[in-house]
C-alpha cells in the first residue's frame, strides 16, 4: 500500500508559478511511474503529467506543455509539479496518483486515471485572471 500526500497548492495570480508536492510513504515508492492528474468542477479528471520510475522520461498533456514540469526525488520519495505561466484554466483540484510497475510500456497509459493504483486526497489550485 501506497499513501500519498499533496500539497502546495493555494491562490495565485495568473502569471504566477505554483510547486506542488506530494509525500508518498508506505512500500517502496521510487521505481513507481507516477502521474499528475487535475478536475476542475463539473469537468472530468483530466492528465496534467506523467514521469516514469526512474524519472528520466516524462510526459505532458498539451495544455501544459512548456510550463509545467514534473520531477522526482526518489530518496526522498517526493513527486514535483512546478507549474509557471499558471493561467485561469489551470484552476482545479490536483492530484498525484501512483501506479504498482515501473514504467508504461505504451506510453499513452501514462495519460489514463485507470493506469494508476493509488491517488492522494488532492489539493486546491486557483488562479485569478
Known amino acids: 500500500q501506497v499513501q500519498l500526500v499533496e500539497s502546495g497548492g493555494g491562490l495565485v495570480q495568473a502569471g504566477g508559478s505554483l510547486r506542488l508536492s506530494c509525500a508518498a510513504s508506505g512500500r517502496t515508492f521510487n521505481r513507481n511511474a507516477m502521474g499528475w492528474f487535475r478536475q476542475a468542477p463539473g469537468k472530468e479528471r483530466e492528465f496534467v503529467a506523467g514521469i516514469g520510475g526512474a524519472g528520466s522520461t516524462t510526459y505532458y498533456s498539451d495544455s501544459v506543455k512548456g510550463r509545467f514540469t514534473i520531477s522526482r526525488d526518489n530518496v526522498k520519495n517526493t513527486l514535483y509539479l512546478q507549474m509557471n505561466s499558471l493561467e485561469a484554466d489551470d484552476t482545479a483540484v490536483y492530484y498525484c496518483?501512483?501506479?504498482?510497475?515501473?514504467?508504461?510500456?505504451?506510453?499513452?497509459?501514462?495519460?489514463?486515471?485507470?493506469?494508476?493504483?493509488?491517488w492522494g486526497q488532492g489539493t486546491q489550485v486557483t488562479v485569478s485572471s
Open positions: 496518483a501512483c501506479s504498482k510497475g515501473t514504467y508504461f510500456r505504451d506510453t499513452r497509459n501514462y495519460a489514463l486515471p485507470g493506469s494508476y493504483d493509488y
